[in-house]
Each structure stands twice: as C-alpha cells, then as structure tokens.
C-alpha cells in the first residue's frame, strides 16, 4: 500500500470531515437540511453543481471512453456541456420560483395530488440509484487499483462515509464537498492536460497526428462505438435533455435565495463544465498513447481506471495518488448529493406529505430525512456490488434518458402549457419511465453475444444503447394524449385560475414562502 496515496486520501476525508462537522452545527431545521437554509451564492451554488455534475462518469467514465472508443467517448463530453443552456434558459428560473425542496414540490405547486408526487418521487428514487451505482462501482475500481483493498470492501467504505455526511451535515456539508471537490477537480485535470500536451510539446495537431499515426484515425472520428448515426443522436439527446430532468440537479435550485441567483450558478456551472470537458480529451488521448489500451483493459474492463494510470505514467506514484484522491473526493461529493436527493424523496415527499399529509414537526422531518438516508444508501450499496464490470457511463447516461423521458415532458407541460392536468402528468412519467427501464434492458448493455461485454450474453432486441430517440417523445406523447382523452375533474375556471398562478410564480417568484436562512 502506497503511503503517499493513504496520506492524500486522510488529507482528503479529514478535511470533508471537518466541513460536516461544522455543517452539523447549522443544521437544525428541514430547511437547513434538504437546502442549506436557501443561503448559498451564485458560484458557490455553481461550483456545487459542477461538483455534483462532474461525476465518477464524467472524470473516470469519460476519460475511460475516449481512450476506449477516440471520438465516440467524447459524445458524453458535448453532451455533458450544451445540457447547461437548456437548465440556463429553460428550467432554473421557473423551478426556483414553484419549487421547494423537491421536483414533487414544483409539479405539485400546480397539482396538489399526493399520486403525482409519489410517481414523481418514486421516479426521483430510481433516477438516484441508478447514478449511485454508477459512483459506488467507480469507487470501487479505483480504491482498488490504488490500495490493493478488495472491491467490496471499498463500496462499503465510500457508503458509510457518504451516510456519513448527509447525515450530520445535511445540504450544507454536501454542497462544501462538492465546492472542494470541484476545484480540486479543475486542478487535478488542469495539471493532467498540461503534462500530456508537454509530451507533444504542446501542439494539438501533433497531438492528433500521434494518435492518428500510431493508433489509426479511427480514433478521430465517429463509429469507433456508436456505429449508427441514430444511436449517437439517441445518446446526444439523453445527456443534452436529461441534465433538466435530474431530481439531484434540479434541489440544488431550492438552495439559493431567489431566480437571479438560480441563473447565475448555472452560468458559473456552464464554465467550469466547459473547461472541465474540453480538457477530458487530452487525458482520453493521453491514456490511450502513454498507457495503452491492452494495460488499461487489463485494470478495468470498462476504462474507468484510465485517467490515475495516465497520472501514474506522467507523474509516478505522487501524481497517481493525488489524481486517485481527487476522484475519491469526486465521488464522495456526488454520491452525497445523490443520497440526499433521495432521502427527500423518501422521507418528504413519500412519508411527510403522503402518508403523514404533511404534518410533521421540524424535528420529525429532520428524523425522517436522515431514516431515508440510510434506506436509500442501503440499497444502492447492495447493488452496486453486484455491477463491478459495468462502465459508469453507461449508467449514468440511463439515468439521464429516465430524466429526459419521465420528468423533461411533465416539467415542461407543467409550467408551459394551459390545459395540461393531472392525468397528462402521471401517464407522462409512467410512460417514459417504464419504456426507458423496458428498451434498455433489451438494449447492447445488458445483452451482447460477446461474453463479458454486458451483463447477459445473447443477442439485443433493441439496438440503440441508449434509447432516448425513442422514449422522450414517447414521453411527451403520452403526456399530450392524457391530458386531452381524460375528463378533468378541476372545473375549467379553476384550471384557469391555477395556470395564472402558476406563470407569476414562474416568472416573478411572487407568493412563494421564502426560506429562512
């Protein structure tokens, strides 16, 4: 075991560790746990995001990819970065302004049904365990490849340890982690990208050249991976769409003070995700020429382990151990978000306004939301055990098609559109939800006639990896088809009189309850 790693990674907890611990302190109400009290700035918000977005899939998957697939790996990239405007232009300001703690919260401003909020709650769950997984099953590749410590032994230290934050700290340590991790991130990959380019003597076009010479220029242009121009416009529109339908993205629009600072933290994500990105295709390129793809296939499967072999070669054990100890912090901070998007979804929207009907002291809530926690933490880790061999990008890029597919549709017609109702909503989400889960399990990353390249060896019913072409407009569809086939119980003028409501509040923030900080 490398002393230098265990050094950077006590370096890494210990400072998470004390943030929880003064977090703790200020964290008292329902507010200051699912929010932060409302109180964060625009760039702290922003680099909350951006910590929350640049995930174990982003930073290990992508890098992974690129060094896998060339050009293909970076479709996650461009993806990743444009889904930034349609939060920017679309979704920030109106969720702000209608919502409260939860994407439930803000579909039910306008349908105060306790069906809606549980389907919006139970999608919120799966969209959460699916990304878990993916973080867990990164954790797991990484703290091995560094420490030696066998795969599930890791899965259970970054459980507890994540638990650990949302639990004491609440919204306020999570969104520190993520700020930390953020930066550390940017620096890490900076300082990457920097000794890859010195190695060709910081020309991009020797760069290319390079690849193009010595590893074929396939590697350069699209097909490597997606070999059908539907698949890769599938896979676009799941990550450009899916950001405005993360239930984890989407909180952290609860946690500042008003729609002008919503707007200025995505402009702040916008760029750190900008730069992040166009930096992960020198660590791609970088890996596959300095470390090989035979020895990168031979640590992990998928890739994920790519950007700390390339930091091992560039900068021996040092280097390898800090870029190993960003990731871990990297993952931390994103699991930690998505724990506690999952525990509202429990503990608020599914226990204190379903079952209890919303009358729950603040301490009960408190109680409630660290129950959830542990449930939601729980079960991610069961799985996650279970999907060592899967690449993180695969699974994060499902759970953006389930955003774009069950929650996009109803998150649009709900703020846009006069005659949308209760009915639309549900069929909306169930219909992209269900045909998201039904087509990629018949998709080529649970099937393939390769063994050891999926989960189940055989031949795929649906050939696109991810089917986004395909269930976001049957999201929509549906969404259209039930609002105009059912009856509406709500009588036209009260209707009416909800979708006023419902555009003052969008647009002008006008009668909703400011949080206390």
């Given at each position: 075991?490398n002393?230098?790693?265990v050094?950077?990674?006590l370096?890494i ?13 200020r964290t ?5 746990f699912?929010?932060a009290?409302g109180?964060?700035k625009?760039w702290?918000n922003g ?5 929350d977005?640049?995930s174990?899939?982003?930073f290990l998957g ?7 697939t ?5 479709f ?8 930034n405007?349609v939060l920017l ?6 969720m ?12 039910t401003?306008?349908?105060?049904e306790?069906?809606i909020?549980?389907?919006a709650a139970s999608?919120?769950?799966i969209?959460?365990i699916?990304?878990?997984i993916a ?5 797991g ?5 560094l420490f ?6 890791a899965?259970l230290?970054v459980?507890?340890?994540?638990t650990?934050?949302v639990l004491?700290?609440?919204m306020t340590a ?9 930066s550390?991130?940017?620096f890490?990959t ?6 890859v ?6 020309s ?9 010479t010595?590893?074929?220029?396939k590697?350069?242009?699209p097909g490597?991976k ?7 416009v599938?896979m676009?529109m799941?990550l450009v769409?899916?950001t405005?339908?993360l ?8 946690t500042v003070?008003?729609a002008?600072?919503a707007r200025?933290?995505i402009s702040w994500?916008t760029?750190?995700?900008a ?7 020198f ?5 596959l020429n ?7 296939l031979?640590e992990?499967k998928a890739?994920?382990t ?6 091992n ?10 870029i ?5 912090a990297?993952?931390l901070?994103?699991?930690?978000g ?5 525990a509202?979804a ?6 204190g306004e ?7 002291t603040?301490k009960?809530?408190?109680?409630a939301a660290?129950?959830?926690s542990?449930s939601?933490a729980i079960v991610?880790i069961i799985?996650?055990?279970f999907a060592?061999?899967?690449?993180v990008s695969?699974l994060?890029?499902f759970?953006f098609?389930i955003g774009a597919?069950a929650?996009?549709p ?10 949308f ?10 219909t992209?939800l269900?045909?998201?889960l039904?087509l990629g399990?018949?998709?080529p990353?649970?099937?393939s006639p390769?063994e050891g390249?999926?989960?189940f060896?055989?031949?795929p019913?649906v050939?696109l990896?991810?089917p986004a072409i395909?269930t976001i ?11 105009v ?6 009588p036209?003028?009260?209707a009416d ?9 969008a647009?002008t923030?006008i009668?909703?309850s400011?949080?206390?900080?």
């Amino acid at each position: 075991m490398n002393l230098v790693s265990v050094g950077f990674f006590l370096a890494i907890v210990s400072l998470t560790l004390v943030v929880t611990f003064i977090a703790a302190k200020r964290t008292s109400s329902a507010a200051d746990f699912y929010t932060a009290g409302g109180g964060l700035k625009g760039w702290q918000n922003g680099f909350a995001i951006a910590g929350d977005y640049l995930s174990a899939a982003a930073f290990l998957g992508v890098s992974g990819a690129i060094a896998l697939t060339g050009f293909d790996g970076f479709f996650f990239s461009v993806g990743y970065v444009v889904a930034n405007l349609v939060l920017l232009y679309v979704i920030a300001e109106p969720m702000r302004n209608l919502g409260r703690y939860t994407l439930a919260d803000m579909l039910t401003a306008r349908f105060n049904e306790k069906r809606i909020r549980g389907v919006a709650a139970s999608g919120t769950i799966i969209i959460v365990i699916l990304y878990m997984i993916a973080q867990l099953v990164g954790a797991g590749a990484l703290i091995k490849l560094l420490f030696g410590i066998e795969y599930w032994i890791a899965v259970l230290i970054v459980g507890v340890m994540m638990t650990t934050y949302v639990l004491f700290g609440g919204m306020t340590a999570t969104s520190w982690v993520q700020i930390i991790k953020a930066s550390l991130l940017l620096f890490g990959t900076g300082v990457l990208a920097t000794l890859v380019l010195m190695k060709f003597d910081f020309s991009l076009m020797k760069m290319f050249d390079t690849i193009a010479t010595d590893h074929g220029e396939k590697f350069l242009v699209p097909g490597m991976k997606y070999t059908s121009t539907i698949d890769s416009v599938s896979m676009m529109m799941a990550l450009v769409l899916g950001t405005s339908g993360l239930p984890h993205i989407l909180m952290r629009f609860f946690t500042v003070k008003d729609a002008k600072t919503a707007r200025s933290s995505i402009s702040w994500t916008t760029w750190i995700t900008a730069i992040f990105f166009s930096l992960t295709i020198f660590l791609g390129f970088g890996a596959l020429n300095f470390v090989g793809i035979d020895k990168i296939l031979a640590e992990s499967k998928a890739g994920n382990t790519a950007a700390p072999l390339l930091a091992n070669f560039l900068g021996g054990d040092v280097l390898m151990a800090f870029i190993g100890a960003v990731a871990f912090a990297t993952i931390l901070a994103v699991v930690s978000g998505l724990v506690l998007t999952g525990a509202s979804a429990i503990s608020h929207d599914i226990y204190g306004e379903i079952i209890k009907g919303g009358k729950l002291t603040e301490k009960q809530q408190v109680v409630a939301a660290r129950t959830g926690s542990i449930s939601i933490a729980i079960v991610s880790i069961i799985l996650a055990l279970f999907a060592q061999n899967l690449n993180v990008s695969f699974l994060v890029s499902f759970a953006f098609c389930i955003g774009a597919s069950a929650n996009l549709p109803v998150i649009l017609y709900t703020i846009y559109w006069k005659k949308f109702n209760s009915t639309g909503a549900i069929t909306a989400m169930v219909t992209g939800l269900v045909s998201c889960l039904v087509l990629g399990a018949m998709g080529p990353n649970v099937w393939s006639p390769v063994e050891g390249a999926a989960i189940f060896v055989g031949n795929p019913i649906v050939p696109l990896a991810v089917p986004a072409i395909i269930t976001i407009p049957l999201g929509f569809i549906a969404g259209y088809l039930g609002t105009v086939l059912s009856s509406n119980k709500v009588p036209q003028e009260e209707a009416d009189r909800i979708y006023k409501e419902i555009r003052v509040k969008a647009n002008t923030g006008i009668s909703v309850s400011d949080i206390s900080h």
